[in-house]
């Protein structure tokens, strides 16, 4: 593999030490960076960078050049909550909403998270590996270089071992680091509506083991949500994902104040992602934790509920990232370019704090910033060079655009 070379870069972003692998506070806030840069990549990872007032004379003999030509060099994104296989679009939904129809009038009209289960249930292993495959490539181009997948469309044994199957198809064939999160408990099926104990022993005994036993999930997730999993059946299932060592990272505090957090929290969650709504005993329970925010504010967006109050968890010492939530229901989008500029308009992040929840952060909330999510000697040199820029904060500034130009991954250009 021949070594890459970016030179002319205007700013190189996000130089953070490789010991640093969570920000939170006032270091969100801390972006460092190199005006006039160079960066060396070698066998996929960083190797070099520095000045273009002090370039290397002993530059490996292959050696491929690209100058940026004045424009920003930035980690990849990381995007740490993505439910990126589906069967299909749900655009009928999206006229409803547009009729005024709220997301929990939707589900109970058979729509919602039921209406994506029945179609999944009828697609083939390998239709799904391509439609998701191909939206993991339009991510790509907007700059994501890791991703976590979540199962959850399923809800049957068959089903929920598909599409995680389809997840692992996806880390083996992709250049990018690939987490699969077990989100059977997304909503109840119908068949189980008035028997949640049968759906929930379901999960225990038949779905849990076999997953472990393939290896086929990094994560257990749970939708903590009033009418949809109560505390106590999320505390239950995450005790069992624990002794099949599966971390949580859950769904909490979507639509309302559901305890999601502190059970999250009690269980060592990875990251509590959502939390539009919010109340003072989430946040004092997070603060207390290790435990990541994850907000996702294109799914506010979309469906016209609250925006996370990041500032207040910011201020509370809690670290921060920002993902997509790539869904057919909440979120058909998975521009991580357009959720940082959400960041900042609606969530009242700097620039720099944004950056930093969907690079480091991100990449945190997948328990990957050893090796991803800032510019550090040593990292896979999971990249984007964006156009000239006038400053940083015209990334996010020019919102709804992307200003990447070239992405390179595993140090070379995609
Ligand atoms: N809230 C739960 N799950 C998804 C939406 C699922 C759907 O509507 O299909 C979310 O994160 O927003
Ligand atoms: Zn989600």
Redesign the pocket.
């Known amino acids: 593999m021949s070594a890459l070379l970016i030179t002319d870069i205007g700013l190189l972003v996000g130089i953070h030490p490789k010991n640093v692998l969570v920000l939170k506070g006032s270091a969100m806030g801390a972006l460092p960076a190199v005006n006039n840069a160079w960066i060396l990549c070698e066998s996929g990872l960083i190797t070099r960078f520095g000045s273009m007032d002090n370039i290397p004379t002993d530059l490996p003999t292959s050696l491929t050049s690209v100058s940026a030509n004045g424009g920003y060099v930035f980690p990849s994104w990381c995007d740490s909550h993505t ?1 990126i296989v589906f069967a299909s679009s749900r655009e009928e939904e999206f006229e409803m909403k547009i009729q005024g129809k709220s997301y929990e009038e939707i589900a109970a009209a058979g729509g ?2 039921l209406n ?1 289960a029945h179609k999944l249930q009828k697609v083939s292993e390998d239709s799904l590996f391509e439609s998701a495959s191909m939206r993991l490539n339009d991510m790509i181009k907007l700059g994501t270089g890791a991703v976590e997948i979540k199962s ?2 399923g809800l049957t044994v068959d089903s929920e071992l598909k599409m995680l199957r389809v997840i692992k198809r996806i880390k083996e064939a992709f250049k990018i680091p690939v987490k699969a999160s077990f989100l059977a408990a ?1 909503t109840y099926p119908e068949n189980y509506k008035n028997d949640h104990n049968a759906y929930i022993q379901l999960i225990v005994d038949k779905m849990l083991p076999q997953i472990a036993d393939e290896g086929l999930a990094d994560y257990m997730d749970v ?1 903590c ?1 009033k009418g949809f999993f109560s505390v106590d059946e999320t505390d239950k299932l995450l005790d069992v994902a624990a002794k099949y060592g599966l971390p949580p990272k859950i ?1 909490a505090n ?1 639509l309302s104040i559901s305890g999601g957090v502190q059970v999250g929290v009690k269980h060592n969650a990875v990251s509590v992602d ?1 939390l539009e709504v919010t109340d003072k005993e989430a946040v004092r329970c997070l603060s207390k934790s290790n435990t990541i925010a994850t907000l ?1 504010p294109s ?1 506010s967006l979309f469906l016209g509920i609250p925006f996370a109050n990041a500032r207040n968890l910011i201020d509370a010492d809690i670290p921060v990232a920002l993902a997509s ?1 790539f ?5 058909p989008s998975g521009n991580m370019n357009l959720v940082v500029s959400l960041g900042c308009i609606k969530l009242k992040m700097l620039p720099e704090e944004a950056i930093n929840a969907a690079t480091l952060n991100g990449a945190a909330a997948i328990q990957l910033s050893d090796i991803t999510g800032s510019i550090a000697i040593g990292k896979k040199a999971n990249l984007f060079i964006t156009r000239p820029m006038s400053s940083l904060a015209y990334l996010p500034y020019s919102f709804g655009q992307s200003q990447i130009e070239k992405v390179v991954l595993n140090g070379e250009i995609y």
Request: hydrophobic share 15%; glycine share 16%; charged share 10%.
């Open positions: 439910h919602g998270i994506s959850g469309y997304h939708f949500e769904h979507q959502h996702l799914c939530d869904n057919p229901g909440s979120t």
